[in-house]
């Protein structure tokens, strides 16, 4: 085994001068710009999918004779197969790259069309039940065929810009230049755009698809997402990969304790070495790596809060869409073209609400810097306080949900009155969205933490486990599984608006349907605003740890470590901070989160107790 590693160590040497295209990070800004654009046009095209469908049940259930209803579980199948290969598969992409997984799932799901066009396309009897199960089928297979693309399409992002969302003046830490998370430049308003993309473009599908039955087949809203998925697949052959085969191995660096040792082997898989010693051998080893790293971090009550408020407002932006059509064809007896124009004003507010993610324009930037890092965390709560701002749009949205609640009575109201504050409840989803992706990302960030990434760190200033395990980052595996996670739920909880949507509005209308979301997304407000507050003093930077820090060298390759004992260790400082303490939410004293970490390499938290064997005499 070990003369293995050497040779393929060999192979894949250290010092080998070749030249090699740039990591994605360091593409120029005009590259990158187009690379992103494609990722955004990825996450539209799964929008565009759904809200066609969903523009189109009334003529479709036509079509089929559906007395039973079963055509609206068209797009349930198809979200749960979303659902399911989104939480599994997320981990592989970052063990064979991502542009085989976007051109295949896109190049099958494309031919997945024709047998629904073909289903819908004449009449049908209402006792061939054939017809809908073929339908059903080939939703369900779409849906699971394109989770495979969609584990891709922010993680694009993540590899042209970093998950940093700092700015020039953060809120939270002063700006360290050679910070390893400001690699790439920061998301900054690429973030508004996505979450733009991710529920504006339903609306977008939605409108397509009302016009389309107006006065054409429902056939012809499957060829139309053909010919997008057609040109969206020529567009992603054409665009270049942003995790080339080169970069899909990683060096690991083992720590031998008995012969106190270096020695480095080729390993391939950065979830499970993320969480392990040893890379995968196989590729459900992998994937088996990242539903563990998932249900960790689902056990942390900070991070299940916000999880939660993602899905839910996902769910609720689906729920609007289809009520606020029935409720201006029901009610307001419009013809379906221009209901379609109607749902257009939740893509029209969730657009107005992308130029206000940018850090400078809205929340995570400063107009003064300070001059330490407690200086932002005072107890004062003024206009400027990012936690003000945040908890200000987040009650801003149930409000908003209140408010169509009861403009939704009928023709009581005009019906530009539900039309506005569907578009309200959109512009404020986009800004929540963002901000519950941004804080994924600053509690769950630790690229600049992981053990041989950042050459300050001593090696003894490493847990015991960690002392062995050191790679070079990639991703962000921790940010990811938060992110997909909080997809899978997104797309459960929208599976079960589409799914009982309807039998609501029959059974109690829609007026109280969309008002028990509102008030369940209002509980789920309050507990996320409570896991956001932070309550507690809690020590980040040991005792006697100002004035000893300086720059020292990580053992070189084959060097022994035996001189490096007890006094060669140095705490870890992040920023510059005038205090050894700092106030922390329930979301960042999660087991995982960033702050977490840094108490770890501090030696503030002890390790835990290692289990006795048994031994049988």
């Not at 579980?73 to 542009?99: D, E």
């Not at 006792?127 to 369900?140: D, E, P, Q, V, Y």
């Not at 960690?466 to 980052?473: A, L, Q």
């Not at 979301?517 to 409570?530: C, E, K, N, Q, S």
Request: charged residues 20%; positive net charge.
């Amino acid at each position: 085994m070990e003369v293995r590693d050497q040779l393929r160590a060999h192979r894949y040497s250290m010092h080998k001068h070749s030249r090699r295209q740039p990591v994605a990070r360091n593409w120029s800004t005009s590259k990158k710009r187009i690379v992103a654009t494609i990722a955004c046009i990825n996450t539209s095209l799964l929008g565009i999918i759904v809200g066609i469908y969903a523009g189109e049940v009334p003529r479709i259930q036509y079509q089929l004779a559906d007395e039973t209803r079963t055509v609206i579980l068209g797009n349930v199948c198809l979200y749960l197969g979303l659902a399911v290969s989104t939480a599994i598969v997320w981990p592989l992409p970052l063990l064979h790259g991502r542009k085989p997984y976007i051109l295949g799932s896109l190049a099958i799901a494309l031919p997945l069309q024709f047998p629904q066009a073909v289903v819908v396309g004449n009449p049908r009897s209402p006792n061939k039940h054939i017809f809908k199960t073929g339908l059903l089928l080939s939703r369900a297979i779409s849906g699971l065929v394109l989770g495979f693309a969609n584990v891709n399409f922010i993680t694009t992002l993540f590899d042209l810009f970093g998950v940093s969302l700092q700015s020039n003046k953060p809120h939270q830490e002063i700006v360290v230049v050679n910070d390893v998370r400001r690699h790439g430049g920061g998301m900054g308003m690429w973030l508004g755009l996505w979450s733009w993309c991710s529920i504006g473009s339903i609306a977008i599908g939605f409108q397509i698809g009302a016009a389309i039955i107006e006065s054409l087949d429902p056939d012809w809203g499957f060829y139309i997402v053909i010919i997008f998925m057609a040109a969206v697949l020529v567009l992603n052959v054409l665009a270049p990969e942003t995790r080339r085969s080169q970069y899909r191995r990683s060096v690991t660096e083992v720590y031998n304790r008995d012969e106190n040792f270096i020695t480095r082997r080729i390993s391939q898989g950065e979830v499970k070495l993320h969480i392990s010693t040893q890379g995968p051998k196989y590729w459900f080893e992998e994937v088996w790596a990242g539903i563990k790293l998932s249900i960790m971090m689902m056990c942390q009550w900070g991070f299940a809060f916000l999880a939660l408020y993602l899905g839910w407002i996902y769910a609720q932006i689906v729920l609007v869409i289809v009520l606020l059509g029935a409720l201006l064809s029901r009610d307001y007896r419009w013809h379906p073209d221009y209901v379609g124009l109607g749902v257009m004003s939740v893509a029209i507010g969730a657009l107005l609400a992308v130029p206000l993610t940018k850090a400078g324009i809205f929340s995570r930037d400063r107009k003064r810097g300070p001059r330490t890092d407690s200086m932002t965390l005072e107890r004062e709560i003024v206009w400027t306080s990012h936690f003000a701002r945040r908890i200000l749009f987040m009650l801003a949205l149930p409000a908003a949900s209140i408010a169509y609640t009861v403009s939704s009575a009928g023709r009581r109201y005009p019906y530009m009155v539900p039309i506005v504050c569907a578009g309200v409840i959109a512009f404020f989803s986009v800004l929540a969205i963002a901000e519950c992706h941004g804080l994924i990302m600053e509690a769950y960030d630790v690229c600049d933490l992981q053990p041989g990434v950042n050459t300050r760190h001593r090696l003894q200033s490493m847990a015991v486990e960690d002392r062995r395990r050191r790679t070079n980052y990639s991703s962000f595996p921790r940010v990811s599984a938060g992110i997909f996670l909080s997809q899978t739920i997104g797309f459960l909880l929208a599976a079960v608006a589409n799914a009982v949507g309807g039998i609501l509005t029959r059974r109690i209308g829609a007026q109280a349907s969309i008002g028990v979301t509102g008030g369940i997304l209002l509980f789920l407000t309050i507990a996320l605003t409570a896991a956001l507050w932070r309550f507690k003093a809690v020590q980040v930077i040991p005792n006697g740890a100002f004035g000893t820090r300086r720059p020292t060298a990580v053992p070189e390759f084959g060097t022994e470590v035996k001189g490096l004992g007890a006094d060669d260790w140095k705490p870890v400082v992040i920023g510059n901070p005038s205090g050894k303490t700092r106030r922390m939410s329930i979301l960042e004293l999660g087991t995982l989160s960033r702050w977490t970490e840094v108490r770890k390499l501090n030696k503030l938290i002890p390790d835990p107790p290692k289990k006795r064997k048994r031994v049988i005499t």
